[in-house]
């Protein structure tokens, strides 16, 4: 019950009751309602004065009978008269109809005198009845407060009813289509449509979800009235109505573009917005309301204050990251077990010692030192100690030099040594300290049984020296000597030759520093030799073989080495129960990388991306539940650019290899940071698994490949395809007509149709759209579907492309030449093709060859073309655009386009797609979405053209939503050139009845 007495309705009816009889009352109290009662009296009045004069001359004549019949007569023949008396002031008798007494109202009972003369002679009373009382109780002597109570009554009723139908009629959100709404739902951005005064008309859902209000509770309200603020600093200022950006097209009918506003909730969150106003006119050019679009823009300004934070967090940091700098530096040009420069941090000091040496004029000594026998000391002890006489060498050449000296780790047990300023007698003797220091070391550091030595080769740097690589080669030659004539020596390459410097236990070995002395074992010592070179001839051979079998950027085995191991985990899975699949990856950016940062930064991607692989499968063997073998269960190779080949040895089911496909997704979400650059590598997996997918090693390799082509074709990134015959069939058929399809244009096999478009307005034909076909030699005529896939792919789409743009313009001129009507021919450009860089000046080229006017062709792309690579395109759309070229967007509404961005780009048609168009005369589901784009387009001031048009109610329908042109098998298939020019006739041109 109180929900009815709060309800407007009811709360209006009542107001307008009390209005209406406060109206009633104040016509009474002015005197211009009629009153019924004031009539009745002055007809009971007359009436009296009337008898009153008949019964005066009878009066006069002293004729009593006669006037007691008429007062009889009177009483009898008038039901409201109840009573009648001649009464005489002279004395006489008084006569009467009736014996009572006259009594009653005085309202009731009329006295009328008669005068004789000047005197009153007598005086005649009449007693009337009652005034009639009313139907209504309480009321009987007043019909005016019955015909108020009667309004009231009345109105209680009617109003509610009557006001219930005008606020239906009145409401504001009745005045946009519930299809228009719809289609307006649709989009990603808010949408509010407003009147000339403000008011909103319509809401779509993305903006009441933004603001938070409910549709039914805008609609109709002042858009101003809500709480919109200022978008930049802290505090929430208010704008004034003046400044919000609809109030301003109201005012000047000018558009306005990225307004930043922002609305308060009341509470300490605001949404950020940014406006596009655009004015909606009438005929006349009159502003009639206005379209707002919001982009809510608070998300990216929540990740820009993450952002800006975390460059605070940066700068506050940069001391450590300074000093992390250092400690990476370090590293990178250290050798992890000793702390010595590395061979390539070696190489670049070198440059510039010899750069200051010989500005200076100074001497440069180069030292090679060798651990002698230590191939021995592994064997018999182990690499762990070889590793511990390393460090204690490196640990003894350190103290032994300056600390501007370098000193590198050259090799295994090889270390490298410059020494700045010194001439060579000086070297040697330093030489010589560091050769006893070693030889003497702490018997402690080492099995009892261990004498390490070391032999020292020594080469001056001098002008004659082609190279720095020269200077190494010296020592190197001399370390070579002193190790070929004994080890535990000191030798130096001079210009003449080898010379010695210090024969220390050539001949003598110091033997527990008794004095005594033994004779060096001469065949011993060139057994040990042989050892040596065939120990550096086997590493070389295995450095050679890894190169060759491993890729150089990545170290990963090659193309070849992973063939091998498919092939043996096929044989091992026919003589037992293991089941081995292949994965073929694919890194989607590696393209992109080496084209905008260069190909250093694409082997930086490579490198991370098989770290993280080679992680993933060491996690998988127990994560997806891989069987371990002797052997390791995951095999990863590098197999082309960008592309990994990954062999599961052994899987038990499907289930396992998706578990490795979700470890690597995992693996590559994570950031990677290229140049300053960050970025997330994407990839895709094509997947084959023995025996269903192939008996041998090289077929579940190719199988895995196709998979993963199929897999590149499929929308979005991080796709995943599993192997099946289809797919090996769709494949060799594609081989064949990427084969066929090279020669095609050079043999002229290629034509081009046809199709007709109708204006709607004058049901003539308007233009051509021009639409390729292949005259296949064994396959008949084929449509663009048959072949253009592969056409893209392998960019024979540019040749076609160029080629077809060429027969348009020439199909141009031939038109000109049959009717004089304005024909222009649109051609569809393919996504690959606005991948040229030079395509505007290629298009522009064509035209101009061909006598053509850009005004006379139009190109279409299609939405995802457009939104493909936005910044591309835009440039060579405006590019187009300012030499007179008309753009159209093909199959709009099935991709995705942001309303901002069709205002912002130079187009002049929509083109709707035939899926919204086939069933407008059987189903009423896509009537909005068509009315919508129609009215957009309109709003934005764009053409539409309806494709698929196959009916007459299609055609009635889409004239009257208003469509510019139509085309579709109404009018016409698609027609070879030919016969286009015959449908231009007179008699051929208009459309069908």
Not at 764 to 792: K, N, Q, T
Not at 809 to 834: E, F, G, Y
Not at 875 to 897: C, P
Request: net charge negative.
């Amino acid at each position: 019950m109180k929900k009815f007495f709060l309800n407007p309705i009811f709360r209006v009816s009542v107001g307008l009751l009390m209005l209406t009889i406060s109206i009633l009352l104040m016509g009474d109290w002015l005197g211009l309602v009629p009153n019924a009662t004031q009539a009745e009296l002055e007809n009971r009045r007359k009436f009296s004065e009337s008898l009153a004069v008949q019964l005066s001359s009878l009066a006069s004549s002293g004729d009593s009978h006669h006037i007691n019949t008429t007062l009889e007569a009177v009483v009898a023949r008038n039901p409201d008269v109840l009573a009648a008396r001649f009464r005489s002031d002279s004395g006489g008798a008084d006569l009467g109809a009736a014996e009572t007494e006259l009594e009653g109202a005085a309202r009731d009972k009329v006295i009328v005198p008669i005068f004789r003369g000047d005197r009153q002679w007598g005086s005649v009373e009449v007693q009337f009845a009652a005034t009639s009382a009313s139907w209504l109780p309480g009321f009987a002597n007043n019909t005016f407060l019955a015909l108020v109570a009667f309004v009231f009554a009345l109105g209680m009723l009617l109003f509610p009813v009557f006001l219930k139908r005008v606020l239906r009629e009145l409401d504001p959100s009745r005045v946009i289509p519930g299809r228009v709404k719809a289609a307006f739902d649709t989009l990603a951005e808010g949408i509010l449509i407003l009147d000339e005064q403000g008011d909103i008309m319509l809401a779509n859902n993305a903006f009441t979800r933004s603001v938070s209000i409910a549709s039914a509770n805008l609609v109709g309200k002042k858009a101003s009235s809500l709480r919109w603020v200022a978008s930049e600093g802290d505090t929430e200022q208010p704008l004034a109505k003046e400044d919000l950006p609809w109030n301003r097209v109201l005012a000047t009918g000018e558009k306005q573009t990225d307004a930043a506003i922002a609305i308060s909730h009341g509470t300490s969150t605001l949404r950020a917005f940014a406006v596009n106003c655009t004015p909606i006119h009438d005929d006349r050019r009159n502003v009639r309301g206005v379209i707002a679009t919001f982009d809510d823009l608070t998300e990216l300004q929540e990740k820009n204050a993450q952002l800006n934070e975390t460059l605070i967090d940066l700068q506050k940091s940069k001391e450590a990251v300074d000093q992390k700098s250092k400690e990476l530096e370090f590293l990178a040009t250290r050798d992890p077990m000793t702390g010595c420069l590395n061979r390539r941090a070696f190489n670049d000091f070198l440059d510039e010692r010899i750069e200051l040496a010989n500005t200076r004029n100074q001497n440069l000594i180069c030292m090679m030192v060798d651990i002698d026998h230590f191939k021995r000391i592994n064997d018999n002890y182990g690499h762990a100690m070889g590793d511990t006489v390393i460090k204690f060498v490196a640990e003894t050449i350190q103290a032994k030099i300056r600390p501007t000296d370098l000193l590198a780790r050259y090799g295994g047990e090889e270390f490298c040594l410059v020494l700045d300023d010194l001439d060579l007698e000086r070297a040697r003797v330093i030489a010589e300290r560091i050769r006893l220091a070693v030889m003497e070391g702490d018997p402690s550091t080492f099995a009892s049984s261990i004498k390490v030595t070391s032999s020292f080769g020594l080469s001056v740097w001098n002008q004659s020296l082609a190279d720095k690589e020269e200077l190494i080669s010296n020592a190197d030659k001399a370390l070579y000597r002193a190790k070929e004539s004994g080890r535990n020596r000191v030798l130096a390459w001079e210009d003449s030759g080898v010379s010695t410097a210090q024969q220390g236990a050539t001949k003598k070995t110091d033997d527990k520093k008794t004095g005594s002395y033994s004779t060096l074992n001469v065949n011993q010592d060139v057994e040990n030799r042989l050892e040596e070179l065939e120990r550096i001839a086997r590493e070389r051979a295995d450095e050679l073989d890894h190169l060759l079998s491993h890729d150089a950027v990545t170290d990963l085995p090659s193309r070849g080495v992973f063939i091998d191991r498919v092939e043996q985990a096929v044989l091992r899975a026919r003589r037992s129960e293991d089941i081995p699949a292949v994965l073929s990856l694919g890194l989607d950016d590696l393209g992109r990388v080496n084209d905008t940062l260069g190909y250093g930064q694409g082997e930086q991607l490579l490198q991370e991306v098989s770290s993280r692989l080679r992680k993933v499968l060491r996690e998988s063997d127990t994560v997806a539940s891989l069987q371990e073998t002797e052997e390791s269960d995951g095999t990863l190779s590098k197999l082309g650019q960008g592309e990994f080949g990954i062999l599961a040895a052994s899987v038990r089911d499907k289930e396992s290899i998706t578990w490795i496909v979700r470890r690597i997704f995992d693996a590559l979400r994570e950031p990677i940071y290229l140049d300053g650059h960050s970025m997330v590598a994407s990839c895709t997996i094509g997947i084959s698994v023995y025996p269903d997918d192939g008996e041998t090693g090289v077929e579940l390799i190719k199988r895995a490949n196709i998979s993963r082509y199929h897999a590149e074709q499929l929308p979005g990134s991080n796709n995943v395809e599993y192997f099946s015959r289809e797919m090996g069939q769709r494949s060799r058929q594609q081989l064949t007509v990427e084969s066929e399809l090279s020669g095609a244009v050079d043999s002229g096999q290629f034509d081009t149709f046809y199709q007709p478009k109708m204006s709607l307005d004058s049901d003539e034909i308007c233009g051509f759209e021009a639409l390729l076909r292949w005259r296949h030699p064994h396959r008949g005529l084929l449509a663009p579907g048959d072949f253009i896939d592969v056409a893209e792919r392998t960019r024979h789409i540019n040749a076609i492309g160029d080629w077809i743009l060429e027969q348009a313009c020439m199909h141009v001129q031939r038109c000109k030449q049959h009717s004089d009507l304005p024909i222009t021919v649109a051609v569809n450009m393919s996504p690959v093709q606005w991948s040229q860089a030079d395509l505007v000046q290629r298009i522009i080229g064509i035209v101009e060859k061909c006598g053509a006017r850009p005004e006379e062709l139009e190109i279409e792309l299609t939405e995802s073309c457009l939104m493909e690579n936005l910044d591309r395109t835009l440039t060579a759309l405006k590019a187009l655009r300012s030499h007179g070229f008309s753009i159209s967007v093909d199959d709009f509404g099935t991709g995705y386009s942001a309303l901002g961005y069709l205002r912002e780009l130079p187009i002049d048609t929509l083109k709707i797609d035939r899926c919204f168009v086939s069933e407008l005369d059987t189903s009423r589901d896509d009537l909005p979405i068509v009315e919508a784009i129609i009215s957009m387009a309109r709003a934005l001031k764009l053409r539409t053209v309806a494709e698929g048009v196959e009916n007459k109610a299609q055609l009635e329908i889409l004239r009257e939503l208003g469509c510019d042109h139509a085309q579709g098998y109404y009018f016409s298939r698609p027609v070879p050139a030919n016969e286009a020019l015959n449908m231009l006739q007179p008699k051929a041109r208009s459309a069908p009845a």
